[in-house]
């Protein structure tokens, strides 16, 4: 038991064994758990039970020499996203410990000692930082003396993209069997370097009456599942070429990870450790997408939806066509194939319309309708202001207009018909009945004021037709779009009114219900469906506040820095916009800026939804 203890520190005070490391991880690594996360690391430092995004299971054990075991049963639970509990029991055994009596020497027995260790373990997250703290009850005996005790240990951690740091102290308690606890401070930080496939740590410990010492270590991780891991402990009793020299490996296999480290120099004989991880809340990372996930992906999806949107095209269905282009270009805003077919697209559709404002005109032209045969071609222009025929058939039905109303003032009349063509009636109805007024008995302007009163009905009959349609089909943005802009136009109309207060009163229940149903998924820990129903609600009302703080305390729950939470509210954005839920898809990507403020697209793609968000509030 005492070469043991002089493995791990020779200088160290009474019971150091309470510093001795388990986890493979950390042992391969020297010994440096500050700025790793691991199982063990949560018992030394417990802000780290606070960072596991999923439930785990983990299993430790080492074989040191003579007959000496040191086992480890831990589990770690997240709680609500932000917090996380750890529990477990740590164990010692060696036996056929020689004992002879000074004043009898040749009255040879033999005993073993253990120790047992129960602990809890309480991490939370603070943006970027962990605050932790753990409570420790052990039972101890050596040769044949034993007692029980209690110990605290408590830790911070902050993690970033590039770097994190932590720093610990452990063993705070009462004297164990007349003996002080090794009062250790440890402080140590960690690089994420080459994309995350090289990671270096250092540890700086001091233990009290036994001063400074400091452990290092490097993990290369050349795929995803396999780290090779190399590190230096001074504390290790060792001679030769590999004094001090801690190694080993890793394996993660998706919810099983597999830990081995050995000590090859110690001068008592190699010693291994094992640890195996089972987490089968690893997965339950709702679109959790790494940076390097994201955009590896970006392109080829980019590439997809334009092989789709020419198939469209092919077919002549060029809106769907269209529409593809479009959302390829969120993927990827530099697609050079995307930008060419949406602008061969784009004008293919508007010739279309062009010339279905120009046959409308010549119908109303025919039928001795001039006024609105001017709104159609106006129509026409208002696509195509360069389209000759458009041109020279509006300014036909102009003259045809200017000659029935001579007697009338030409610039009035002409202001008449550019609000009557910017669909602007009411404006043009007014100076047409305040010239009806200078001439009472001219029928070409009682005419022109009946027109834009039909037009005025036209339009709120049809907006109303539009809007219920809507409402049945449970479009209720689309339906808030319209009304509010028929509502700028013919305020106080009671069927708006009453249309507007309906799709109020159906946002605030699919919001209400919403919301309870993600409230109910969070508190039983269903993250993944909590997600699903907060975005709902910002599908109704992009702004809810209490929707967005749910989903800020899942991402956290999700992601470690601020570069993976921006990937998220990106995946998220493009998500909304495929949906046609402009307004939603802008407040991610702002997000994501605030998060990040260099993000790739984000802008490009915030610029492509506002004018995406202004067609449709037009459009209707």
Known sequence: MISLILLFSQTSPGLSFLNMKIDGKVIALGGAYTGIISPEGAYFNPAIAGEFKGLNFSSAYSYYFLGSHLISI????????????????????????????????????YYSSYFLIGHIDYGMRLNNLFLGAGLNIGNFKIEHSGGTGVFLNAGVKYTDEMFNAGLSITNLGTRILRTSLPITVQAGGGLNL???????????????????????????????????????????????LFKGITMGFGLNLKTLSINYAAIPGSNLGVSHFFTISYSPGREEKPKKIAVQETFSKERMMSDKLVEQGISYFKEKKYKEAMNY????????????????????????????EVEKYISLGKNKMASGDYLNAVYYFGKALSIDSTNQTAIKLKRKAEEKIRRGVKSISTREMELALKYYRMGDYSRAMSIWEKLLKKDPTNKKVKNYISSAKNKMLEEVSSGIKKIDLYIKQ?????????????????????SLLKRKSKINELISQKVKFYLSKGKKAYANGDISSAERYFEKVLEYQPGNKTALGYLEKIGKTMVKNRKDEADRYYILGIEAYTKNNYELAIKYWEKALKLYPNYPNAKENIQRAKLKLKELKKSD
């Open 194 to 240: 080459f994309d995350k496939k090289l990671h270096p740590v250092v540890d700086i410990r001091y233990t009290l009456k036994a001063g400074l010492s400091a452990n290092a270590g490097i993990e290369f991780s050349p795929v995803e599942i396999f780290s090779l891991r190399a590190g230096y402990n001074p504390d290790i009793t060792s001679s030769g």
């Open 74 to 109: 831990s589990s770690i639970i997240p709680l609500n996203g932000e917090k996380g509990m750890g529990f477990g029991l740590r164990g010692f055994y060696t036996g056929g410990i020689e004992y002879r009596p000074e004043d009898d020497p040749w009255n040879l027995s």
């Open 474 to 494: 449970e479009k209720l943005k689309s339906a808030t779009y319209l009304v509010d802009k028929l509502l700028k136009k013919y305020k106080g109309n009671k």
């Open 325 to 352: 282009f479009d959302l390829s270009l969120i993927w990827n805003p530099n697609n050079r194939d995307a930008k060419q077919w949406l602008d061969k697209v784009t004008n293919i559709l508007n010739a279309q």
